[in-house]
């Protein structure tokens, strides 16, 4: 069984492309070293990582990830009899303060749809885009992998599928959204296609002219095409800001961890300012004497 195959069978079909990248990596670096290598071999590694190229600690993790899987292949194929490094976690440490005093208020949101592009076929496709980052809050990588069959425009829902169960869910569609959703399929979705080769059928609810699979860093670059530097959006911002404007209308910070789909509450509760951050956030703004 190939790498390839193996990746298939055991893991999403969307995550085989950075897991080959954080394998094809190790193996660059390893070289003759790969099927043989042990503990301190992998450590080696991660400390090349952490020393030569800048890297952010989680960026780190996924990369020791792909080793681990690696090795797992390694075993499946029977090529090894242990794992190396399955018992290696880092602790690196990672900052996960979210800056609520800066995100966007639900109506900066609002305004960031009002954006024309220069290309008239791309304009709604666009939107769509900008749609489910305002109004559900989404990853970049969550809209990448959506397929027209998880849009159901008569109940005005949208499921979010993922790899681990937790993080799936169903969550409706703003009213306006299903005007646009049914112009963009109807209109504009033929036309972005039409040049795609493709021996399936293409399902994907969002795709280029060209190529039919779009990845996160593509569709970043979609929505910024044109604009300003100082009007591109940052997905990341706008999703932490839908889930912080969220927990200021909802108590239930269970509601707002199922529409976010985050796994456990404590990473909800990080969007969550105290009363306190709040007056001390107004005082800063509004005082005639405010920090600058």
Known sequence: ?????????????????????????????????????????????????????????KTIKQYLNGVKIYYHYLLEIGKRNDHPCSELYLKDKINKQIPVDTLYSAETLENFLNYTYKDKILQRRNQVIISL????????????????EDINLESAQIYIKSSDKSKSRTLPLQAKQILLFLNYLQEDYPKLIQHIVS?????????????????????????????????QLQPIK???????????????????????????????????????????????LYHPIREI
């Open 1 to 57: 069984m190939k790498l390839e195959q193996y990746l298939l069978k055991k893991y999403n079909e969307s995550s085989l492309k950075p897991n080959l990248c954080s394998i094809r990596k190790y193996l660059n670096y390893i070289q003759n070293k790969a099927e043989t290598a042990q503990y301190k071999d992998i450590l080696e590694y991660v400390g090349h990582l952490r020393e030569n190229e800048n890297l952010h600690p």
């Open 133 to 148: 980052l305002i109004y559900q809050g989404l990853t970049v990588g969550e809209i990448c992998t959506l397929q027209i």
């Open 199 to 231: 021996e399936k059928p293409i399902k994907t609810l969002i795709t280029g002219k060209l190529k039919e699979q779009v990845r996160p860093n593509v569709l970043n670059r979609m929505i910024n095409d044109h604009r300003e530097k100082s009007q």
């Open 238 to 284: 706008i999703r932490q800001s839908v889930i912080a404007n969220l927990l200021k209308k909802e108590n239930d910070t269970r509601v707002v961890q199922v529409f976010s789909g985050h796994k456990r509450a404590s990473t909800t509760i990080l969007y969550k300012q105290t009363e306190l951050e709040i007056l001390k956030n107004a005082i800063n």
